[in-house]
């Protein structure tokens, strides 16, 4: 058990050196969902790296840039059947334009519907400013949803556990009050580790398994229990989230 490594959430491609950072998850044996920000980007590279054991790349879709590639939708919903794994997908209404705003609900929907067609498939959500919303549109979804780097209000967080979402945190998350009060609201068998690389402190320019340690660490000392069991936890959440 103290070996399991796992990343729910983080963005290879956009590391100078792709390669070298999927051929280091990989020899870390790192359970990692690496998520893509556009349909065009997981086109150019589903097929590439296929091969791998420890890695899966998502089908994504960023809510930032939903506005500018609408046309992308298309593309999104020709590859929907070649993956298990969506993300990244969801709203940013960080972003005030009302135009905006409406465009990104009406392809996150779009995308909603379309996995509660096929069935199966595993959601990474990005949900700034906007977690209402996306619980809202999520309501009645079947499949498996993470809430990725979630950092809304902890009453919109208990209607998210009440739809069954698991929570993906990263270790820039226990640098604030907010971030840790957050941590500690959610049930130990909802959580699941994640980096959010390359945008999280230390891991800017080269990639690193080390934050499991500290999200493992943290956990352990504000749930009172051993690593072993934390990790032992983590390690069935994510089996549950895959089944």
Same mark, same amino acid.
């Given at each position: 058990?103290?070996?399991?490594?796992?990343?729910? *959430?983080?963005?290879?491609?956009?590391?100078?050196?792709?390669?070298?950072?999927?051929?280091?998850?990989?020899?870390?044996?790192?359970?990692?969902?690496?998520?893509? !920000?556009?349909?065009?980007?997981?086109?150019?590279?589903?097929? &590439?790296?296929?091969?791998?054991?420890?890695?899966?790349?998502?089908?994504?879709?960023?809510?930032?840039?939903?506005? &500018?590639?609408?046309?992308?939708?298309?593309?999104?919903?020709?590859?929907?059947?070649?993956?298990?794994?969506?993300?990244?997908?969801?709203?940013?209404?960080?972003?005030?334009?009302?135009?905006?705003?409406?465009? &990104?609900?009406?392809?996150?929907?779009?995308?909603? &519907? $379309?996995? +509660?067609?096929?069935?199966?498939?595993?959601?990474?959500? *990005?949900?700034?400013?906007?977690?209402?919303?996306? #619980?809202?549109?999520?309501? =009645?979804?079947?499949?498996? #949803?993470?809430?990725?780097?979630?950092?809304?209000?902890?009453?919109?967080?208990?209607? $998210?556990? !009440?739809?069954?979402?698991?929570?993906?945190?990263?270790?820039?998350?226990?640098?604030?009050? !907010?971030?840790?009060? #957050?941590?500690?609201?959610?049930?130990?068998?909802?959580?699941?580790?994640?980096?959010?690389?390359?945008?999280?402190?230390?891991?800017? +320019?080269?990639?690193?398994?080390?934050?499991?340690?500290?999200?493992? =660490?943290?956990?352990?000392?504000?749930?009172?229990?051993?690593?072993?069991?934390?990790?032992?936890?983590?390690?069935? !959440?994510?089996?549950?989230?895959?089944?």
């Amino acid at each position: 058990m103290s070996d399991f490594l796992m990343d729910a *959430h983080m963005h290879f491609d956009l590391y100078k050196k792709r390669e070298e950072v999927l051929s280091y998850i990989e020899s870390h044996h790192s359970y990692t969902i690496a998520v893509t !920000n556009l349909p065009e980007l997981y086109e150019r590279y589903y097929r &590439q790296y296929a091969d791998y054991k420890y890695i899966k790349i998502a089908l994504g879709f960023h809510p930032e840039l939903a506005f &500018q590639y609408e046309n992308q939708l298309p593309i999104f919903l020709k590859y929907l059947d070649t993956t298990r794994y969506i993300g990244e997908i969801g709203l940013d209404f960080s972003v005030k334009d009302k135009e905006n705003q409406r465009i &990104q609900i009406k392809i996150f929907s779009e995308i909603v &519907q $379309a996995c +509660k067609k096929t069935g199966n498939k595993i959601l990474s959500v *990005h949900s700034r400013r906007a977690e209402s919303d996306c #619980i809202s549109i999520l309501g =009645g979804y079947t499949g498996k #949803i993470i809430l990725h780097w979630y950092s809304g209000s902890i009453s919109v967080l208990r209607d $998210a556990i !009440n739809i069954g979402c698991y929570f993906s945190i990263n270790h820039q998350m226990l640098l604030s009050k !907010n971030g840790k009060s #957050i941590v500690n609201a959610i049930p130990l068998e909802r959580i699941l580790i994640e980096s959010d690389a390359p945008f999280t402190k230390e891991l800017e +320019k080269d990639y690193s398994v080390s934050f499991n340690n500290e999200i493992i =660490g943290y956990l352990s000392e504000t749930r009172n229990y051993t690593e072993e069991y934390i990790k032992k936890i983590i390690k069935n !959440n994510f089996r549950q989230v895959l089944s």
